[in-house]
């Protein structure tokens, strides 16, 4: 299985955080970045990504948010996608109930692996969101044939977009890049303080795993899973750490056994 899941929705990150605290009182931050809509001053803006620069001339209006976590990302930078997929079939809106209230419309969802692109056309998108997928280049080229898309950034290939990359790629392509970046320093914050309060686990050993249709794995560093335990003071596995996939695997997951 190679998706890893996202932490570039930085209000699901904080949830999750909260939920070790028992803290409550960490959304408004987000609720603050976020009120902060995009401006016509920002555009035309020129993201980078693994396939060229794509220049989005003017203030995007119908979004459509396809990578894990992308509709996330756009919702906590207060714009809301006309069409989104549903990674962790949540049901509904496609959003987890941290995200409960950022949707004055639900969007139409999209289907994930195998996306409907006639029904992504007909949404009539001026803008895509695609920055973590499985980066192939077909489907980039399906995507930009109807409008213009954000993919993957170098090195983001297979689900391996990073939570940085993920929020920068977003905010510049909303022309919203100070924001981006307000959204990752509150969350930088969150994690330090909540590694602050939990002193008990630094330097614990930690595995993230996931199960799948051919067994038990356990995701390896680079993958958003470990860095959101590592970032709270935890340590990765020793016996999964040895495990070092080839850059030609491209897979987040070490095969262990259950």
Same mark, same amino acid.
């Given at each position: 299985?190679?998706?890893?899941?996202?932490?570039?929705?930085?209000?699901?990150?904080?949830?999750?955080?909260?939920?070790?605290?028992?803290?409550?009182?960490?959304?408004?931050?987000?609720?603050?970045?976020?009120?902060?809509?995009?401006?016509?001053?920002?555009?035309?803006?020129?993201?980078?990504?693994?396939?060229?620069?794509?220049?989005?001339?003017?203030e995007p209006v119908r979004?459509?948010?396809?990578?894990?976590?992308?509709?996330?990302?756009?919702?906590?930078?207060?714009?809301?996608?006309?069409?989104?997929?549903?990674?962790?079939?949540?049901?509904?809106?496609?959003?987890?109930?941290?995200?409960?209230?950022?949707?004055?419309?639900?969007?139409?969802?999209?289907?994930?692996?195998?996306?409907?692109?006639?029904?992504?056309?007909?949404?009539?998108?001026?803008?895509?969101?695609?920055?973590?997928?499985?980066?192939?280049?077909?489907?980039?080229?399906?995507?930009?044939?109807?409008?213009?898309?954000? @993919?993957? &950034?170098?090195? *983001?290939?297979?689900? /391996?977009?990073?939570? %940085?990359?993920?929020?920068?790629?977003? =905010? #510049? +392509?909303? @022309?919203? &890049?100070?924001? *981006?970046?307000?959204? /990752?320093?509150?969350? %930088?914050?969150?994690?330090?303080?909540? =590694? #602050? +309060?939990?002193?008990?686990?630094?330097?614990?050993?930690?595995?993230?795993?996931?199960?799948?249709?051919?067994?038990?794995?356990a995701y390896v560093e680079?993958?958003?899973?470990?860095?959101?335990?590592?970032?709270?003071?935890?340590?990765?596995?020793?016996?999964?750490?040895?495990?070092?996939?080839?850059?030609?695997?491209?897979?987040?997951?070490?095969?262990?056994?259950?």
């Open positions: 299985m190679k998706r890893s899941w996202t932490l570039a929705a930085a209000t699901s990150a904080l949830l999750l955080v909260t939920a070790c605290s028992g803290s409550s009182d960490v959304t408004g931050s987000y609720d603050e970045a976020s009120t902060g809509a995009s401006s016509a001053e920002g555009f035309p803006a020129t993201v980078s990504t693994a396939f060229g620069d794509v220049t989005i001339e003017e979004v459509v948010a396809l990578g894990w976590g992308d509709a996330e990302t756009a919702l906590s930078l207060g714009t809301q996608p006309v069409g989104a997929s549903d990674w962790l079939g949540f049901g509904g809106e496609g959003v987890g109930p941290w995200m409960d209230g950022q949707y004055d419309e639900a969007p139409v969802i999209i289907e994930t692996l195998e996306p409907s692109y006639e029904e992504i056309a007909a949404l009539e998108p001026d803008l895509i969101l695609d920055t973590k997928s499985s980066g192939e280049q077909e489907r980039y080229d399906r995507l930009s044939s109807i409008a213009p898309t954000v @993919g993957v &950034p170098e090195g *983001g290939e297979s689900y /391996l977009t990073t939570t %940085e990359q993920q929020v920068d790629l977003v =905010a #510049e +392509a909303l @022309g919203q &890049p100070t924001a *981006g970046d307000d959204l /990752l320093a509150d969350l %930088e914050a969150e994690f330090a303080s909540q =590694a #602050e +309060a939990h002193p008990e686990w630094d330097g614990l050993s930690v595995a993230a795993a996931t199960k799948t249709s051919e067994g038990w794995g680079g993958s958003s899973r470990v860095q959101f335990l590592t970032d709270l003071g935890f340590v990765q596995s020793q016996e999964i750490a040895a495990w070092s996939p080839t850059k030609a695997d491209s897979q987040s997951t070490s095969p262990v056994s259950a």
